[in-house]
Nanobody, 116 residues
C-alpha cells in the first residue's frame, strides 16, 4: 500500500523559512509527478508546486521565487523549501503523488502557521 508521510510543519515568523518533507513507502519513480498542495481555513485546496519523474518543476504564481520543490530519489522523498514566508501562506500543506495510471495518493497534512 502506498503511503506518503509528511513532516516539517510548524510556526514561523513572517520572512522566515521552513522545509517540508514527503517520504513515500515506494520508489518515487512509481509516480509520474509529486506535488504539494495547501488548504487555508475556509478555502479550497490549491496547487503549489510539482516535480515530474524527469525533474521538471512547476509552481503556482503565488509561491514562485519563494518556494522550491526538489526530490531525493535515493530517499524516496520530496521536499518543499519555503522562504520569505507570509501570513497568507498559513495553511495545511499536503503532499500528493500521481501515478502513471492517474491515481492520486495523498499524505497527511501538516500545519504551517506564519505569524506577522
Amino acid at each position: 500500500q502506498v503511503q506518503l508521510v509528511v513532516s516539517g510543519g510548524g510556526l514561523v515568523q513572517a520572512g522566515g523559512s521552513l522545509i517540508l518533507s514527503c517520504t513515500a513507502s515506494v520508489s518515487i519513480f512509481s509516480f509520474n509527478a509529486m506535488a504539494w498542495y495547501r488548504q487555508a481555513p475556509g478555502k479550497e485546496r490549491e496547487f503549489i508546486a510539482d516535480i515530474t519523474s524527469g525533474g521538471r518543476t512547476n509552481y503556482a504564481d503565488s509561491v514562485k521565487g519563494r518556494f522550491t520543490i526538489s526530490r531525493d530519489n535515493a530517499k524516496n522523498t520530496v521536499y518543499l523549501q519555503m522562504s520569505s514566508l507570509k501570513p497568507e501562506d498559513t495553511a495545511v500543506y499536503y503532499c500528493s503523488g500521481k501515478s502513471f495510471g492517474g491515481v492520486n495518493y495523498w499524505g497527511q497534512g501538516t500545519q504551517v502557521t506564519v505569524s506577522s
